[in-house]
């Protein structure tokens, strides 16, 4: 796939997510949350062209901070999602507005370290991007679990009478 292509994937797959998102969900708080991303970041990090090995200072340092800012983003997600009881003691989730802009600035960061890496003709790898995407997942379900757990239990509606 060419590189537009790739691009064009990569927004339609954060269209849907951020879409997913914002509808009311269920949440298995028992559910292995790490598996998915760890097989992501996994892959990712078998790639030998995840560092340019040209401009391997440059490269990394890119990684890197693509890196930090998805560990931002990750937090952000995971705290600007809501989160409650249902009646029947199951926790819910929904994002917010503000997940939606967490994701836009998630975006233009990107989009701007890649620009950064274009203009110093650093090869950058789809793999930095499922990495990233790895990092995002792990510390979003992190976040949203960990608050999770902290709600108060709900009482059975019998006990409210």
Known sequence: MGSITNILVGLAVVVLVVQRQMRVQRLDTERRF???PLIL???ALRDPR???HQHTALSAGLLAAGLVAVLAMGTAWGWTVRIWRDSDGSVLVKGTRAT???WCGMIAVRIGLYAVGAALHV???GSSLMLGMAVLLLVRSFVVN???RSLEPS???A???
């Open 34 to 36: 790490w598996l998915l």
């Open 41 to 43: 970041g996994a892959l």
């Open 50 to 52: 995840l560092v340019d």
């Open 100 to 102: 939606v802009a967490a």
């Open 123 to 125: 090869h950058q790898a």
């Open 146 to 148: 960990w608050r999770a």
């Open 155 to 157: 009482r059975p509606a």
């Open 159 to 161: 006990a409210l009478h």
